[in-house]
T-cell receptor, first 112, second 113 residues
Framework: GNSVTQMEGPVTLSEEAFLTINCTYT??????LFWYVQYPGEGLQLLLK?????DKGSNKGFEATYRKETTSFHLEKGSVQVSDSAVYFC???????????FGKGTKLTVNP | DAGVIQSPRHEVTEMGQEVTLRCKPI?????LFWYRQTMMRGLELLIY????????DSGMPEDRFSAKMPNASFSTLKIQPSEPRDSAVYFC???????????FGDGTRLSIL
């Protein structure tokens, strides 16, 4: 079945550091891929998405590129801020289904 | 535009009591999802509806849990009787069509004493 694997957290960085959170997936066909962010005490919010191979999703300085050859959708940001501290979830949907398959989430803490 | 609205935001009750969580999806969205989030198990899909019909309830933990969607603008998740291990944050989400993002509510933090 479809699955999403994220790097284990937690991740702790200093402000202005470079961020990478790895995400790989297993799916047949061509899934849509998403990154969600969850700030403390809040629900998940869509951060960015990509719907086909080689698409790059971007938002708030975050980027992720849909790599079909490596079945990956790694999240990157060049310079993190304290306000980026949150839990990040990678997810996929596929096959005309409304369901999303989520990774386990990666907690990011950015220190000043 | 109003997002997904959940109520209550917090619920504290004693074990054995009935708990009802409520959700109003975004207008025009025809799929609705109930999730449970805990530290131990992460984010779990409990059940989802399409056009008010339950499509997949394989994530519902046991018969104590039930969900209904009487119309396109309202859904409930009920736990009866509640147990301490049901303590979690329960999220509702909705989406308009397949392969589109889901929009989440702010969740209900449930504590069963």
């Amino acid at each position: 079945g479809n699955s999403v694997t994220q790097m284990e957290g937690p991740v702790t960085l200093s402000e202005e550091a470079f961020l990478t959170i790895n995400c790989t997936y297993t799916a047949t066909g061509y899934p849509s891929l998403f990154w969600y962010v969850q700030y403390p005490g809040e629900g998940l919010q869509l951060l960015l998405k990509a719907t086909k191979a080689d698409d790059k999703g971007s938002n708030k300085g975050f980027e992720a590129t849909y790599r079909k050859e490596t079945t990956s959708f790694h999240l990157e940001k060049g310079s993190v801020q304290v306000s980026d501290s949150a839990v990040y979830f990678c997810a996929l949907s596929q096959g005309g289904s409304e369901k999303l398959v989520f990774g386990k989430g990666t907690k990011l803490t950015v220190n000043p | 535009d109003a997002g997904v609205i959940q109520s209550p935001r917090h619920e504290v009750t004693e074990m054995g009591q009935e708990v009802t969580l409520r959700c109003k999806p975004i207008s025009g969205h025809n799929s609705l999802f109930w999730y449970r989030q805990t530290m131990m198990r992460g984010l779990e899909l409990l059940i989802y509806f399409n056009n008010n019909v339950p499509i997949d309830d394989s994530g519902m933990p046991e018969d104590r849990f039930s969900a209904k969607m009487p119309n396109a603008s309202f859904s409930t998740l009920k736990i009866q009787p509640s147990e301490p291990r049901d303590s979690a944050v329960y999220f509702c989400a909705s989406t308009s069509t397949a392969n589109q993002p889901q929009h989440f509510g702010d969740g209900t933090r449930l504590s069963i004493l």
